[in-house]
């Protein structure tokens, strides 16, 4: 996705995550009735930010550390089995370095753990 529709698609999203769930599509089809691309994505976003309301702290960790095997070491600036971006690197110890990332379509911080190799 070039950045100029990210951008787009990222002011729909908030636009459209500030409304009552009833408003969501009627406000999407006034607002983007002549871009079905940006209706797509935010209503893709908009369904994983309703999974994510499920998840357990516990699962997210179990999943997101699934992500970083067979990754090389300098992850700042990747993505992460493609939904983690990362910002930097909080510490590490002897079995495991935690990064700061990005859920990407959720646009929530996350602390992720990827074990030492």
């Known amino acids: 996705m070039n950045p100029e529709l990210w951008i787009e698609v990222q002011n729909a999203y908030m636009e459209a995550a500030a409304l009552p769930e009833d408003a ?25 930010r309703a999974a994510a309301n499920c998840l357990t702290p516990a699962a997210v960790f179990a999943l997101a550390a699934e992500a970083f095997v067979n990754e090389e070491d300098n992850l700042i600036g990747t993505t992460v089995a493609g939904k983690y971006q990362i910002r930097n690197c909080l510490g590490s110890g002897a079995q495991a370095k935690v990064y700061l990332a990005d859920h990407i379509a959720l646009d929530t911080p996350f602390a992720l753990q990827a074990p030492q190799c």
């Open 24 to 48: 969501i599509a009627p406000f999407l089809e006034r607002e983007y009735r002549g871009r079905p691309d940006i209706r797509e994505e935010v209503g893709t976003l908009l369904k994983h």
